[in-house]
């Protein structure tokens, strides 16, 4: 029975976790399997693989075939060296002593990088951190200037209008002394200038009456005077 180490589906949508298996290569992807070898979780950073490395090696020694993501956990794991370097034994090529030498320096090398991108991990999240600090601080200097500059402008506005308030009700205020001054000068220069003039209407009254009656008393003496 031909058997694959792949990947076995988990989780929701958008945060998938993975089981490593040992399946028949005629089942489906999501199917039946022989074996659980591990979980590989992808949405961490760096991403979880916890598997069983002996298990897993021999199934690769008993000729399993790793897909091609399961092929890089158990290389990133060193499964697929530790079978290499066994592989050298059964040609002579090494020692049982100088395989495990030669995997437990691999391992330190191994441990070495993922410490190194370790702490080149936590570095960019501080730097992000401080920059997003540095963001946020900038934001809310920007929001108090641009408040303290509206409060500002509106005391400024505020003052100005009152000022010019003060102004207008000044200049009503000599406007309106100034029209009453104008109109005891006009009253005074009418009376100086003629102070006959001024009729009550009783005595305009009395005037036209007069006229009224002596203007037939003279239209009958020249008539008497035609007549002699």
Do not use: C
Not at 56 to 85: C, F, N
Not at 143 to 153: D, F, H, M, P, V
């Amino acid at each position: 029975m031909a058997t694959r180490i792949r990947l076995q589906r988990h989780g929701k949508k958008g945060k998938p976790f993975f089981h490593i298996v040992v399946a028949d290569s005629r089942a489906k992807r999501d199917g039946r399997f022989i074996e659980k070898l591990g979980v590989y979780n992808p949405n961490t950073n760096p991403a979880t693989i916890d598997l069983d490395f002996d298990r897993s090696l021999a199934w690769v020694q008993k000729g399993a075939e790793p897909s091609d993501t399961a092929r890089a956990i158990l290389k990133y794991q060193g499964v697929m060296m530790k079978d290499h370097l066994i592989r050298g034994i059964a040609k002579g090529a090494l020692t049982e002593e100088q395989v495990e030498a030669k995997f437990s320096k691999w391992l330190e090398d191994k441990s070495a990088l993922i410490d190194s991108k370790k702490g080149r991990l936590t570095k960019a999240k501080e730097d992000a951190k401080k920059a997003a600090l540095a963001a946020e601080k900038a934001v809310n200097d920007a929001r108090l200037s641009a408040q303290a500059a509206a409060e500002e402008a509106a005391n400024a506005t505020e003052e100005v209008l009152e000022e010019a308030a003060d102004a207008v009700e000044a200049a009503a205020e000599v406007v309106a002394e100034t029209a009453e001054a104008v109109v005891e000068k006009v009253e005074e220069v009418i009376e100086e200038a003629a102070p006959e003039a001024i009729v009550s209407p009783k005595e305009e009254a009395i005037s036209e009456a007069e006229t009224t009656e002596v203007a037939p008393a003279a239209e009958e003496a020249k008539e008497e005077e035609k007549k002699d």
